[in-house]
């Protein structure tokens, strides 16, 4: 019969690699929590009209990248999320929670898109997103630039090789008079651009601007520039989430053509960029995006938030060379019959009852066998059950990283309390 695989651009995640994961997830749940945000989990399905209501008829996102089917059972047409704003919002007017109160939440999780799979593009890839619900901004907007430039010194990748890129998109207003200006433009230069940007003129020429095509690029180069079409109001907010950036000492670039691949963003938009990804490079974007709500059928709620693609964060981590602790146990317990093997699992567990890492060998197998896989594990300590350590109630423990001055491994029998108080002074 023929094997089963997973989906292309699904990866598998196996033990080698998770712990990374693992340690990823921690801090982020520590650096949001420091923030007082506070998470939501929404439905990886949801209706079909949320994505093209939300994202926009004219994006990449919703021509051509969504994981979209009906449900055979009822008619559906339900949609596999591809990001995850679109639906908190959605849960955000389904249950009143901006009501009186502004909430800062924070999701995570995995998005679909049907993209071609290369090098920080999947087809499922994780998302860590916050989102802040009921305010105006702009100190708000800086705070979000703010707590990822945190993070990404928590994770040891701040510097040059993270760098940040600004702009605003104005208001709706403000874009319809741009916009005008700028197909008149691209309209005058229309053989020249790439077949995607030359379809775009008509439904989303800003995204034009975005266009990762070397000559279309060259030539959105002298286009006009947004900034020049911002009424005082949005100049105001660009200036004062400056001064926030500007407090915190954090470098930006003002990217005249960054604007986002979806469609509801107004006003302070950034992407943070690595130049270790290649055209992949942005590892986390966002912005604001005061009319979405309207859009999916609530009352206004002005709203800001990014994502992050944790792929990305973790290949940058990699770049960096960043050392992450891998989840090892402390201790790997081998015996050398059944009788030990007894003696051993209740040991295992006091060992455990006082918070360390165990791992009961199970299996059988010669004793030296044992002995290399409490190697493999990673272990720092294997204890070592026979029948004298039964008959005296102790055990012996050996270091598996120390190595004493004549070459031999250290190696001790000792009660369990005393090996529980040398396992601990070990720093474990
Ligand atoms: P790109 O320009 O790379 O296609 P995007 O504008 O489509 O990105 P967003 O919708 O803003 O991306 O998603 C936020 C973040 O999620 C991105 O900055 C990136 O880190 C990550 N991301 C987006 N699409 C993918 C994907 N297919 N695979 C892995 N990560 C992704
Ligand atoms: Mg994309």
């Avoid at 040059?160 to 874009?175: I, P, T």
Wanted: contains cysteine.
């Amino acid at each position: 019969m023929s094997k089963i695989q997973a989906i292309r651009g699904m990866n598998d995640v196996l033990p080698e690699e998770s712990y990374q994961w693992e340690w990823i997830e921690s801090v982020i749940r520590e650096w949001l929590a420091t923030f007082g945000y506070q998470n939501i989990r929404t439905p990886i399905l949801e209706s079909t009209d949320l994505f093209v209501r939300s994202i926009g008829t004219a994006t990449d996102i919703v021509e051509k990248e969504m994981y979209t089917f009906v449900d055979s059972l009822n008619g559906d047409s339900l949609t596999l999320r591809p990001e995850g704003t679109a639906s908190v919002v959605r849960a955000a007017i389904e249950h009143n929670m901006t009501y009186g109160t502004p909430r800062r939440l924070y999701y995570c999780g995995p998005m679909f898109r049907h993209e071609r799979p290369q090098k920080g593009r999947f087809r499922q890839f994780f998302q860590v997103g916050i989102e802040a619900l009921g305010f105006e901004g702009p100190d708000i907007d800086a705070e979000h630039v703010m707590m990822a430039s945190e993070l990404w010194n928590k994770l040891g990748i701040a510097g040059e090789g993270v760098r940040l890129e600004v702009n605003s998109l104005g208001s709706k207003d403000d874009r319809k008079k741009y916009r005008e200006s700028l197909v008149t433009f691209l309209k005058g230069r229309e053989q020249s651009l790439d077949e995607d940007s030359r379809r775009r003129i008509d439904t989303n020429p800003l995204r034009v601007l975005d266009s990762k095509n070397a000559q279309t690029r060259e030539i959105v180069a002298s286009a006009p520039k947004l900034p020049d079409f911002l009424s005082s109001e949005s100049i105001d907010k660009m200036e004062r989430f400056k001064q926030f950036l500007d407090r915190s000492g954090i470098a930006y670039k003002l990217n005249s053509n960054l604007v986002r691949g979806l469609d509801y963003y107004n006003d302070v938009v950034y992407e943070w960029k690595t130049a270790f990804l290649g055209a992949q490079g942005t590892i986390c974007a966002g912005g604001r995006y005061d009319v979405l709500a309207e859009q999916i059928g609530g009352k206004p709620i002005p709203a800001c938030g990014f994502a992050l693609g944790l792929e990305r964060v973790l290949a940058t981590l990699s770049s960096y060379k960043v050392q992450i602790p891998k989840l090892n146990p402390d201790v790997y317990v081998v015996s050398s019959n059944e009788t030990a093997q007894l003696y051993a699992w209740d040991v295992a567990q006091v060992l455990r009852d006082n918070t360390l890492k165990v791992v009961l060998h199970c299996g059988g197998g010669a004793l030296k066998s044992q002995m290399k896989k409490a190697d493999n594990s990673g272990a720092k300590f294997a204890i070592i059950v026979g029948d004298d350590e039964v008959a005296k109630k102790t055990i012996t423990l050996k270091s598996l990283r120390a190595v004493r001055d004549d070459g031999a491994s250290q190696q001790q029998e000792l009660s369990v309390k005393e090996a529980i108080k040398r396992i601990c002074e070990d720093g474990v």
